[in-house]
């Protein structure tokens, strides 16, 4: 058995005569830190709760930590992690409300979660807010605990859906130090951004442009492949190319 805890085969997904998804096809290994970037309408959000379990593709093959997205959906959502950028934390809860929710949700025990959460609490430094509301938090705060809320159960993969949006550098930059964290310790990241400097920071990167992937490789091998310095100007190679098509 190979090394693959994300495979896809010509997996497509339509709304009536729309096609959001187009027969994309690719692998992602056990640790890797992988891109999947695009800009807004791309397919990205659409690809991704396929590979949740949370959306039925239309037609095509992919198996997400052994499970088929057809037929095991609900064993899929047991085995990941998961993060939005526009939905992770309920702003109503305590800090340890949301995370004795969500670890009760991914089938951790009493014990497990008490454990859990504290060293989660101490490790963010956010003893001071544990029993506040998530709505006072610092936009960054929130990101970084709804992160650790995602794998508090040791997924193995967790899916990241534009994660940093709306922060400040210096915090989007501790964010991807968490995501390698995570990546040493085995958990495979896969993660959605419409930023292309953060590509720089994958393992492998895709780059999906109206439901194609137009190009998947390292950063490294992308930049030498179209000529150019930087995953931006990749980027917006493979746009033009389509306007001008």
Not at 24 to 48: P, R
Request: aromatic share 10%; charged share 25%.
């Amino acid at each position: 058995m190979d090394n693959y805890v994300i495979h896809t085969e010509n997996l497509n997904k339509t709304f009536g005569k729309f096609v959001a998804v187009n027969n994309i096809t690719f692998k992602v290994g056990k640790g890797e830190i992988f891109g999947f970037l695009g800009a807004n309408g791309a397919g990205k959000t659409t690809a991704i709760k396929m590979l949740c379990g949370l959306l039925t593709p239309t037609s095509g093959k992919a198996t997400v930590a052994g499970f088929d997205v057809f037929k095991q959906s609900e064993s899929i959502k047991k085995t990941i992690g998961y993060m939005s950028q526009k939905f992770s934390l309920y702003n109503d809860l305590t800090v340890w409300e949301n995370i004795t929710l969500y670890a009760g949700i991914y089938g951790l025990s009493g014990k497990e979660i008490k454990e859990r959460g504290s060293a989660l609490i101490k490790n963010l430094e956010i003893e001071d807010y544990a029993t506040k509301l998530v709505e006072g938090l610092p936009l960054g705060f929130k990101q970084k605990l709804a992160f650790s809320v995602a794998v508090i159960h040791n997924p193995q993969i967790v899916f990241l859906d534009e994660p940093t949006g709306g922060v400040d550098p210096i915090t989007r930059r501790q964010f991807w130090e968490m995501i390698y964290q995570a990546s040493e310790r085995g958990t495979t990241v896969f993660v959605t951004t419409h930023y292309m400097d953060e590509a720089e920071y994958c393992d492998r990167v895709s780059i999906m442009v109206d439901g194609v992937i137009e190009a998947l490789d390292t950063p490294k091998m992308l930049k030498e492949q179209f000529k150019v310095a930087s995953m931006d100007e990749v980027f917006l190679h493979l746009a033009r190319n389509v306007v001008e098509k």
